[in-house]
């Protein structure tokens, strides 16, 4: 195998592992939005139920 072929070889399995790791970070920034989110809907949904049964944020009832 000439000098160019190995080259040539070593940079398509570098280009292959590239991808790879663009893709890994794709799927933690893609987890971390969904985290995110989940949280968002809880803080949301415990600030919607505390209103309703009248509860202020600093845990005291209303009166």
């Known amino acids: 195998m000439s000098l160019r072929a190995m080259e ?3 940079s398509k399995e ?3 592992e590239e991808e790879e790791e663009e ?10 939005q969904v985290e ?12 919607q139920t505390f209103e309703r049964n009248g509860v ?5 009832e209303e009166g």
């Open 8 to 10: 040539q070889s070593k």
């Open 56 to 60: 202020k944020r600093s845990g005291r």
């Open 14 to 16: 570098e280009e292959e």
């Open 36 to 47: 995110e989110g989940k949280t968002r809907r809880r803080k949301q949904f415990y600030a």
């Open 23 to 32: 893709a890994e970070k794709k799927s933690q920034r893609k987890g971390r």
